[in-house]
């Protein structure tokens, strides 16, 4: 009989055994937390020099890509840069395909309402570019007042133009470009008259072009400044970037970077 019952008692245990151990077959082998990507994906246009552009070997470098991946070293993250429509920016962040969006970006009201931005970085203007032989008498952006004007799709210009009763109306055509590569080369071949861009931006494409393109001093609206975006509700990444940002601008990295990109130290302080 107790033969019979330790039998027994031995077959429950293994079935009891094995309903365990089948379970805890079930729960992830870390402890039940599964290790989730660390990688932050920031979205820019790779034409937008020098903010973040392709180089000769197909390779996205510029000026704010240098920021980006100083800052996801010193949060100990993997970084991926993906060229986005940058008509399409806020729904790009919005849908999650991107996390951030860190390319010279300006911050604005109508932004804001849409996407969390950090404390502003650098300072811009919005001015008028044309052919070294193409000046016209412009003066001010009323000056503008009969000529082709162009800027790029979804830029703070273009915003502003908009918004100005009566600005577009006086131009003879206004058109609006993917990039800034596009817009200087219909400049360039006479395709329009003005070029409104961003002062930054636009001193850079032409800094090796003097003969070509002159850079006026005929500012388009407010100033503005430039701030990285982020989803509305992450507010969690946002104080990430920000506190490193503050300590690369506190060490002096931050302005390494802009001094080897402008020549000098362009960041707000």
């Keep these: 009989m107790k033969k019979i019952f330790l039998a027994a008692l031995l077959l429950v245990t293994m079935v009891f055994t094995g309903c365990g151990g089948s379970q805890g077959g079930d729960q992830p082998k870390d402890g039940g937390s599964e290790k989730k990507s660390d990688k932050i994906v920031i979205g820019l246009d790779d034409e937008y020099k020098p903010m973040g552009f392709k180089d000769e070997k197909n390779e996205i470098v ?57 404390k502003p970085y650098m300072d811009n203007r919005q001015i008028v570019f044309v052919k070294k032989d193409n000046v016209q008498g412009i003066m001010t952006e009323t000056d503008l007042v009969g000529k082709r004007v162009g800027t790029q799709s979804g830029s703070t210009a273009e915003a502003y133009i908009d918004k100005t009763p009566g600005l577009k109306d006086g131009f003879t055509e206004f058109k609006t470009y993917g990039d800034y590569v596009s817009a200087f080369m219909d400049l360039e071949n006479g395709r329009i008259d003005a070029l409104i861009c961003d002062e930054i931006i636009g001193r850079y494409n032409i800094k090796d072009r003097a003969n070509d393109f002159q850079a006026l001093d005929v500012q388009i609206g407010p100033v503005t400044q430039f701030g990285i975006a982020f989803r509305k509700d992450d507010t969690e990444l946002r104080d990430k970037v920000q506190k490193v940002f503050d300590e690369m601008v506190k060490d002096g990295s931050a302005a390494k970077i802009s001094e080897q990109w402008f020549g000098s130290d362009l960041l707000k302080k």
């Design 62 to 118: 510029g000026f704010d890509v240098d920021l980006a991946k100083e800052a996801a070293k010193r949060l100990g993250s993997e970084v991926e840069f993906k060229a986005i429509d940058w008509n399409s920016k806020e729904a790009e962040l919005k849908s999650g395909r991107i996390d951030i969006i860190w390319n010279g970006l300006d911050i604005t009201p109508e932004r804001e309402e849409n996407m969390l931005f950090s």
